[in-house]
């Protein structure tokens, strides 16, 4: 499979004027990622809340970021969510993520979203790496 970054991306795209525009930073030699967030209004499911789906799509970046070291270009294949709490619009938040195991092409990822070191929300993932360029 072939992928373009055009920077447009939902989550971290720095062109997608309607989209998060999340910052996160990789550690590559702890395979971790981060980023601090408070999200918007406009993305809120119930009144004041952050819609799943948007917890959900931090969350896989967040995945997606941990594994950066290991391939320029990666996919996710599977995205298990547990949410804990409801995380409020304009709320500071902390995403993290670390690769937890290393298959040929493919990681386990865990990833958190915490408020104040308290757990909101959790995934599990199976990334996909496209190109690898590291052990």
Not at 7 to 21: H, I, K, Y
Request: aromatic share 6%; glycine share 8%.
């Amino acid at each position: 499979m072939d992928v373009t970054n055009d920077r447009a991306c939902f989550v971290c795209g720095p062109e997608n004027s309607t989209g998060l525009r999340a910052v996160f930073f990789s550690d590559p030699e702890r395979l971790e990622s981060s980023c601090s967030i408070a999200i918007p209004q406009r993305f809120q499911g119930w009144t004041e809340i952050v819609h799943g789906g948007i917890i959900a799509s931090l969350l896989d970046e967040a995945c997606i970021y941990a594994g950066r070291s290991l391939a320029a270009a990666l996919v996710t294949a599977e995205l298990a969510v547990r949410y804990k709490r409801p995380l409020k619009t304009g709320q500071e938040a902390l995403i993290q993520g670390v690769v937890v195991e290393k298959k040929r092409k493919l990681l386990k990822v865990r990833a958190t979203l915490k408020v104040e070191g308290e757990v909101y929300a959790e995934a599990d993932a199976k990334v996909f790496l496209l190109d690898s360029h590291a052990g």
